[in-house]
């Protein structure tokens, strides 16, 4: 009877708790994921991640022409899903994390650019401006990482950062943290762009734009 009593409990606060105190069914799982997979294969996703790339690439062209005599101007990006698309393995695994799978993926560095958010990128290079790429991938994984980044025209960076291996901590956090180091390192972030909020969260940097990402959540 003892060991019964747990769920006689859920039952009975079941039975007497007021309506208000249940969630709202969410959407299907299976409706969700294929909504999902129509805003990517209609060109949807495509399209809003060239329209704010468009207004990012934009805003840094006006910002390189006014920018002040011997100012060290840098921007941030982050990698997933900002600069580089994991589209076709988050799809081959129906949108689930298997880590496991996920390393696999990142060794074999075969993830592709995302085109409109690279001609942001060329433009800095082009204009001097120092590119920092700040990642919530793990150290481990730099080596793989940074010959994808290569691989597919980003060949040109100041330097990049990745979430040390052992030590937990939300992303947002680690992301400001490096954004101040840059600033201590005398770079005026004019421009940081990422498609997480987690990448955009904490301030230093001049203006943000955040890309579309129905996949996932990085806090």
Do not use: C
């Amino acid at each position: 009877m003892l060991k019964r009593l747990p769920a006689l409990l859920a039952a009975a606060l079941f039975l007497v708790l007021p309506a208000r105190q249940f969630a709202i069914e969410p959407a299907n799982l299976n409706q969700a994921k294929w909504a999902v997979q129509q805003y990517a294969a209609s060109g949807q996703y495509g399209r809003d991640i060239a329209d704010v790339a468009l207004q990012a690439n934009k805003y840094l062209s006006r910002r390189i022409a006014r920018a002040q005599p011997g100012q060290k101007m840098a921007i941030v990006f982050d990698i997933d899903e900002t600069v580089l698309t994991n589209l076709s393995e988050m799809l081959d695994n129906d949108f689930g994390y298997v880590p496991s799978v996920w390393k696999s993926w990142v060794a074999e560095h075969r993830a592709p650019a995302i085109t409109p958010v690279q001609v942001v990128y060329e433009n800095a290079v082009r204009h001097n401006v120092a590119v920092f790429f700040v990642t919530a991938r793990h150290e481990s994984e730099r080596k793989s990482t940074e010959r994808n980044l290569r691989d597919v025209g980003y060949e040109t960076w100041t330097k990049t950062y990745f979430m040390a291996d052992d030590v937990e901590q939300p992303a947002r956090l680690y992301k400001t943290a490096t954004r101040v180091q840059i600033e201590k390192d005398g770079y005026t972030i004019v421009l940081n762009i990422g498609d997480q909020n987690s990448d955009l969260q904490g301030g230093h940097a001049e203006k943000t734009f955040k890309l579309p990402n129905p996949f996932y959540i990085v806090k």
